[in-house]
Nanobody, 116 residues
């Protein structure tokens, strides 16, 4: 059974940093693009970042380029999201999944709260 478990969220002041982790079990994601997504209360889930598992090519929406960095550790089967210069509008639950998402892979997510 495939599981994606997100961790690393928390409460941080504006301007601070957090590093999220997504540990995958049950399969490797070689050949896939893995992504981070977020959902704030009352808003639709949105794309945050993605990485090609094989060659490390990364993808970001223009609005987040320069502040967020996605990476992966193939040996640990883990994807990371380094978030810098955090803003209150980054407050959301963060999830990892394939990109495009696979419905059955959604995990519990990890909450990020940025205080002003």
């Amino acid at each position: 059974q495939v599981q994606l478990v997100e961790s690393g969220g928390g409460l941080v002041q504006a301007g601070g940093s957090l590093r999220l982790s997504c540990a995958a079990s049950g399969r490797t994601f070689s050949g896939y693009i893995m992504g981070w997504f977020r959902q704030a209360p009352g808003k639709e889930r949105e794309f945050v970042a993605a990485i090609n598992w094989n060659d490390g090519t990364t993808y970001y929406p223009d609005s987040l380029k320069g502040r967020f960095t996605i990476s992966r550790d193939s040996a640990k089967n883990t994807v990371y999201l380094q978030m810098n210069s955090l803003k209150p509008e980054d407050t959301a639950a963060y999830y990892c999944n394939t990109n495009p998402p696979t419905r059955r892979y959604w995990g519990r997510g990890t909450q990020v709260t940025v205080s002003s």
